[in-house]
């Protein structure tokens, strides 16, 4: 398994995803612009009266169609499965960040993503937690990448140098060591040519049974 990063990237799409509902992802595109347009907005001059009558107006007209809770949680386990709903890139999952993965050819994977103001923490930076999040979903997509599969078990993360919003950010991840059931991983994000983050995981195979599918387990990065 290889040690270190290599020098070369050679980016290779990943499948896209089927769209078993169009308006499903546009309704959820819709909801990440205003979640754009209105992160920051206090102070401003804007009179949100009418704006917040609207939106009230559509979580009205949805909130009574849905299925409880549990039934989606089943739902969402099939098909796609996670790769749909998670929250990191997940186009059904409102809260994700808009980030795509790609995978190269010397095993390391990558993303390209400009974060905005709604994932701010220190002033005009990225939350260390959303640092985190996208870094623990990226280094078990790394896995995926690399055959392996597993549960994180813990992980360490260095803040190097703040990590500016509204900047392209470049994500990478790589399968580092292998021992057994143990994978490690590490993962770094730079700004430009500058380190911002770096982090390393110990991944662990397991496996968790699958909400509502009694028979079925997930091996956690199987995408399933
Ligand atoms: C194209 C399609 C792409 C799709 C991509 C999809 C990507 C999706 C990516 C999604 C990514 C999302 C990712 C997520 O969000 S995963 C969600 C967050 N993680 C969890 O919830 C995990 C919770 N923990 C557990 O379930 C168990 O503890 C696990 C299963 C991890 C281990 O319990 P298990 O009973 O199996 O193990 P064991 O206790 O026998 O120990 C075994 C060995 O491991 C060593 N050890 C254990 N723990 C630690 C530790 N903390 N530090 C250091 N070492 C540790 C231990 O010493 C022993 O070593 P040794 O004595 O053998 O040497």
């Known amino acids: 398994m290889r040690e270190r990063l290599g020098d070369t990237f050679d980016p290779i799409a990943v499948p896209d995803l089927p769209t078993p509902d169009p308006?499903?992802?546009?309704?959820?595109?819709?909801?990440?612009?205003?979640?754009?347009?209105?992160?920051?907005?206090?102070?401003?001059?804007?009179?949100?009266?009418?704006?917040?009558?609207?939106?009230?107006?559509?979580a009205d007209l949805l909130e009574p169609r849905v299925p409880e809770p549990a039934r989606r949680l089943e739902a969402m386990w099939t098909g796609a499965g996670s790769r749909r709903a998670n929250p990191v890139g997940g186009p059904e999952n409102p809260i994700a960040p808009p980030v795509r993965f790609f995978g190269c050819d010397d095993g390391s994977v990558t993303a390209e993503v400009t974060l905005g103001l709604a994932y701010q923490g220190p002033p005009g930076c990225v939350h260390g937690g959303i640092s985190a999040l996208i870094i623990d979903h990226m280094m078990g997509f790394a896995n995926h990448w690399g055959g392996r599969y597993g549960m994180t078990a813990h992980y360490e993360i260095d803040y190097r140098s703040p990590t500016p919003l509204l900047r392209p950010l470049t994500f990478r991840s790589w399968v580092d060591e292998v021992d057994g059931r143990k994978t490690w991983t590490k993962a770094t994000i730079h700004a430009g040519d500058r380190l911002c983050v770096e982090a390393r995981g110990l991944f662990l195979e397991a496996s968790v049974a699958v909400p509502g599918h009694p028979d079925r387990r997930s091996t956690v990065g199987d995408g399933a």
């Open 23 to 58: 308006d499903l992802d546009r309704s959820v595109a819709e909801l990440r612009r205003l979640r754009e347009a209105i992160a920051g907005l206090a102070h401003s001059e804007v009179e949100l009266g009418d704006i917040a009558d609207r939106l009230a107006e559509a």
